[in-house]
C-alpha cells in the first residue's frame, strides 16, 4: 500500500462512525461512570458521539473552575467527582483540596477520587496510607461521600516507566497501601478505578472484591482493559459474569481541544464491542503499549443482557444512592 499519511490514533481501520447504531438495551439512562469531559468547550462534540452510542450520563473528573460553565447547559447530564488541583502544587494541598471538596459538594459532588497512580504519587510525595491524606479521608467520612481510587498501572509501565522501584515503589507496596485504608474504611462506598488497575489479574481483583464488600470496580480505561480483557477473553467474561454487580461501566474519555467527535466515538465504539458483541478483530485505535506491527486483537465478551443491564446502569444507580444522590433523573 502507498501511503502518504499515517491513519490517525483514533481510527486505523476506517470506520464510519455516523454510521447507525442501535442504543444498548438498557433501561434507563446509560451511565459512563469514569470520564474527564473537562470543559464546555469540549462538549458539543462530546455529547454528539455520546448521543450517536447512545450513552445518556457521564461522570466526570474536572478541575472545579470548570464545572459552572458545564452545568449551565449539560448539568442534567453530569455528575461530579471532585478532584484536587492538577495545575499547580499549591502551598498546602491538603488544604486545597478539602477546599475544593467542600466546592464540589454544594454543587452536588458526592465522591471524591484519590489518584494514586506510581506517577502521581511520586509527584505529590504521598500515597493512600500517609498521614498527609488522613485528613481528606476523615472529610469524605463525615460527609457520607463515596470514594474513587487510583491505584496501579499497566504491567507494561511497571516493567518500563516505573522499573525504577527506588522511585515509584512496587506494585506489591501500592495495594498493600491501598488495603490499608479499606481496612481504616470499611463502610465506605469504594470504587477501584480501571478494573482495580489490576486487569492482567482476575485473581487478584477477585480476592479484593471477595475481602472488601464495599468496594466496587470502574471498568475504564479503553486501550489498557480491551488489550488485558481480549487476552484472555473467557476468564474475562466470566469473571464480568460472576461480579456482576459489582462492575460498573467507564470508558474513561478524556476531553480535549485538540480531540473532535471521531475521537470520541472510537471509545464508545471500542467500548460498546468489548461489552456487548462477540467481534473479534482490529482495534480501531492505536495502542502506543504494543509495538505497531503486533498490535491487540480485540475481542468482545458479548456479556448477556441482564448483565449489560447492571453493568450500564443499575450499579452506578446502587452506588449513586449508597451516597445519598437522589438517582430519580436517571429511570
Ligand atoms: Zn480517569
Known amino acids: 500500500m502507498n501511503e502518504t499519511s499515517a491513519p490517525p490514533e483514533y481510527n486505523r481501520i476506517n470506520l464510519d462512525y455516523r454510521k447507525p447504531i442501535p442504543r444498548p438495551k438498557v433501561r434507563g439512562k446509560v451511565i459512563d461512570f469514569h470520564t474527564h469531559l473537562l470543559s464546555a468547550r469540549h462538549a458539543p462534540d462530546w455529547f454528539a458521539a455520546a448521543d450517536h452510542f447512545g450513552i445518556d450520563v457521564f461522570a466526570s473528573m474536572l478541575q472545579l473552575e470548570e464545572v459552572l460553565s458545564l452545568h449551565r447547559d449539560y448539568g442534567h447530564r453530569l455528575i461530579y467527582i471532585a478532584v484536587p488541583s492538577w495545575y499547580q502544587t499549591p502551598a498546602d494541598p491538603v488544604d486545597d483540596y478539602l477546599r475544593r471538596i467542600d466546592g464540589f459538594y454544594n454543587l452536588g459532588s458526592r465522591i471524591v477520587k484519590f489518584h494514586c497512580a506510581p506517577e502521581t504519587m511520586f509527584r505529590r510525595g504521598w500515597s493512600l496510607d500517609s498521614p498527609r491524606l488522613k ?42 497501601a491501598w488495603e490499608i485504608v479499606l481496612q481504616q474504611y470499611p463502610d465506605v462506598p469504594w470504587i477501584g478505578a480501571h478494573m482495580g488497575g489490576h486487569p492482567e489479574d482476575l485473581d487478584h481483583l477477585r ?72 467481534y473479534i478483530g482490529e482495534s480501531p485505535i492505536f495502542d502506543a503499549d504494543c509495538p505497531p506491527d503486533a498490535q491487540p486483537t480485540l475481542r468482545g465478551l458479548a456479556l448477556p443482557d441482564d448483565v449489560l443491564q447492571k453493568l450500564y446502569h443499575d450499579n452506578a444507580v446502587r452506588y449513586l444512592k449508597s451516597v445519598g444522590v437522589a438517582t430519580g433523573w436517571l429511570d
Open 135 to 176: 485528613p481528606v479521608f476523615d472529610e469524605v467520612v463525615a460527609r457520607g461521600m463515596g470514594i474513587m481510587t487510583h491505584v496501579g498501572d499497566p504491567d507494561t509501565w511497571y516493567q518500563g516507566k516505573y522499573a525504577d522501584t527506588a522511585k515509584y515503589g512496587t506494585r506489591e507496596q501500592h495495594y498493600a
Open 207 to 278: 480476592r479484593i472484591l471477595d475481602r472488601y464488600p464495599n468496594v466496587s470496580l470502574d471498568c475504564s480505561a479503553t486501550k489498557w482493559i480491551a488489550r488485558c480483557l481480549s487476552a484472555q477473553r473467557d476468564a474475562a467474561r466470566e469473571f464480568m459474569i460472576e461480579y456482576q454487580d459489582r462492575i460498573i461501566f467507564g470508558s474513561d474519555q478524556v476531553s480535549g481541544d485538540t480531540r473532535g467527535y471521531d475521537f470520541y466515538a472510537s471509545r464508545f465504539w471500542v467500548q460498546r464491542k468489548m461489552w456487548e458483541t462477540a
